[in-house]
């Protein structure tokens, strides 16, 4: 923390006077403060300082804790109870990870993973309650709107429907508490004209993007720049469509109402100019070559990059129109997600009276003969529906979960989990995702407590399904009772005769002989220690010494953790830096040449950090000469 000026204030005791340059002291906090309100900033420093001392307290803690074993789920138990305020300890997080450096990586290992843990449970209370709101309250484009934009909302509401009421000789008394009550109250206002007066102004909180949080949320995706980024390429459609048509409605609003275009005539132009605008001018299209990376399924990231999926592009494409008084909706089409663009009377039934969008591809206009010749076969009618906000975000999540099956490089199966989470928040009791989510804590090893409590509501839920889970409770039994078994860490000495045969030392930096890849070895065994069958289908029987002799843990750049024979490595003569998500679980510094064991693996290999210190200076005098 810099040097601050301490000022006495008049009977309010001292508070801290940072002057101009207050904001540049804690940027992440500025939006914690109203510039125009009194602070007392000394009670404000001393909160915070006690909050980085309990956020450093607890993440030295975790290291020695959960060494041996993934973090449990009650093991950030102590970080629910803070008594701290929560934004002083993430920000206290933030410090570490950003300290500068290649050292305090086991710190920047475990603050990852309690602000990755608070920050997504904040989330997903967001998505639930989001969620509870009545069904005509709930749009897939926004979250639960704060109480300032809430007041903000209804005042617009009042203000913009009374003037459309006017316009039709309505009266002008208003009250509304939803869409539904707002359309009962005026019914000859159009449906259009209700759901465009009813949207959040000015900045609406997308519920895309709290997909995206959820799954990134160490990314600094802020729904503001969001907004701003949409409402920069709406003000490019309403100059590219000024060039065309002067007098257009959309193109100069009134401040303070919601805009309708009613007129089908005046709609077609705005979609024109948004065709040209994304697809013409900005270079956005359909993302065929990548068409699985989990970037496209995010709204920052087709903001960023201009390419997406059919539902990511068509939730961006959807909500400029909206803007720009263009009433679109959904459509849940199978294998490929549309618009929908009524060319009739408002709200018909008939699935011939739509125009529908396909945003993957530049924003063609579709019959409903040709959305078939699309996908390559007949749909029936009920394919062609507005689909609901709920049904949106369950697909956009249920992609995620394909690409997180898909992933193979990533052992972690993080995406996976992630989107779990997301599906199971919105349909808790579907057995079948339950399922998977047990068998997959179940195959990484992690969380056998909540596997028992998952299992237990699947039974509940389902009684067919006791055989696979008596399968999983006691082999998840079996697991729990192994693991109260273990006394402690197993201390392995080079010193020792049987481990005499051991050439290499955790912290080494190693290249494969055979593969090429670079790793750092963070265990060892004296011979081969896993199963037959392992073995057998890694071909081990092959290699000259077979499974007997030295077999070592290594974190792969890749990100994969491997088990390799001793015959299959090598010093790696160009040392580098190793870009694996654990390597703070196990090292407490990069050195240049090697990495340093943290306290815990020293505890484990007491001898290794000597060895390593004196196999890098022989390697280095070797490579002289």
């Not at 309505?170 to 359309?183: D, Q």
């Not at 709200?347 to 409903?368: N, P």
Request: glycine fraction near 6%; proline fraction near 5%.
């Amino acid at each position: 923390m810099e040097a601050i000026k301490l000022d006495k204030t008049d009977g309010e005791g001292e508070t801290i006077d940072f002057g101009e340059g207050r904001c540049c002291v804690w940027p992440s906090l500025v939006k914690y403060y109203n510039q125009a309100d009194g602070v007392n900033w000394l009670e404000e420093y001393k909160a915070r300082h006690r909050a980085g001392l309990e956020a450093q307290m607890i993440v030295a803690s975790f290291s020695k804790r959960f060494f041996s074993e993934h973090v449990p789920c009650d093991g950030f138990s102590d970080i629910e109870t803070l008594e701290c305020p929560s934004h002083f300890f993430e920000d206290e997080l933030m410090s570490i990870l950003n300290m500068e450096g290649r050292k305090g990586l086991t710190w920047k290992y475990y603050a990852k993973k309690i602000l990755y843990f608070l920050r997504q449970q904040n989330i997903l209370k967001k998505l639930k309650a989001y969620l509870q709101r009545p069904v005509e309250e709930q749009s897939f484009l926004e979250d639960r709107v704060s109480k300032t934009h809430q007041q903000a909302n209804n005042k617009l509401c009042v203000r913009s429907l009374p003037t459309l009421a006017l316009k039709k000789n309505l009266p002008s008394v208003f009250i509304w508490t939803s869409r539904a009550l707002a359309k009962r109250t005026y019914p000859r206002l159009t449906f259009c004209e209700v759901t465009l007066a009813f949207s959040p102004f000015p900045r609406p909180l997308p519920g895309a993007v709290l997909i995206d949080q959820y799954c990134n949320p160490l990314s600094d995706i802020c729904l503001e720049t969001v907004q701003a980024q949409i409402d920069d390429i709406a003000a490019k459609v309403r100059q590219h469509l000024k060039s065309k048509a002067p007098r257009h409605p959309s193109v100069a609003p009134q401040a303070g109402e919601a805009l309708t275009v009613s007129e089908v005539e005046l709609q077609r132009q705005v979609l024109d100019a948004m065709n040209y605008v994304l697809y013409e001018q900005l270079k956005y299209k359909g993302n065929e070559v990548d068409y699985y990376n989990s970037l496209n399924s995010y709204i920052r990231q087709v903001l960023i990059h201009r390419t997406g999926i059919p539902i990511s592009l068509s939730v961006l494409y959807l909500t400029i129109a909206r803007q720009l008084g263009v009433h679109l909706e959904p459509v849940n089409f199978p294998s490929h997600f549309l618009l929908r663009w009524c060319q009739a009377t408002e709200g018909s039934s008939s699935i011939f009276d739509y125009a529908y969008i396909d945003a993957f591809g530049k924003g063609k206009q579709l019959t409903v003969k040709e959305c078939e010749y699309l996908i390559g076969h007949h749909v029936t009618e009920e394919f062609y529906g507005v689909a609901t906000a709920k049904e949106v975000l369950q697909r956009m999540v249920g992609n995620l979960l394909n690409i997180g099956k898909r992933e193979s490089t990533d052992q972690s199966y993080q995406l996976l989990r992630d989107s779990l989470d997301l599906y199971l928040a919105m349909y808790p009791d579907n057995v079948q995702h339950l399922m998977l989510q047990a068998r997959l804590y179940f195959h990484l090893g992690i969380w056998p407590e909540k596997v028992l409590d998952i299992l237990q509501h699947i039974q509940a839920l389902d009684p067919s399904q006791h055989g696979a889970v008596g399968y999983l409770v006691q082999h998840t039994l079996e697991h729990i009772e192994r693991r109260k078994e273990e006394v402690g860490p197993d201390v392995k000495l080079h010193s020792e005769e049987k481990h005499k045969e051991v050439c290499y030392s955790v912290g080494l930096i190693m290249k494969h002989k055979r593969y090429g890849y670079n790793c750092v070895i963070y265990g060892w065994d004296p011979a081969c220690m896993m199963g037959h069958e392992w073995i057998r289908n890694m071909n081990v029987h092959s290699l000259p010494h077979g499974p007997h002799q030295p077999f070592y843990n290594v974190l792969v750049e890749d990100g994969s953790c491997r088990y390799a024979a001793q015959e299959n490595l090598e010093h790696n003569l160009e040392p580098c830096e190793i870009p694996h998500p654990d390597i703070g679980r196990y090292f407490a510094e990069f050195a240049g040449t090697h990495y340093v064991a943290n306290a815990e693996l020293e505890i484990r290999y007491p001898e290794d950090t000597e060895l390593t210190g004196a196999a890098v200076q022989k390697t280095h005098a070797e490579s002289k000469e």
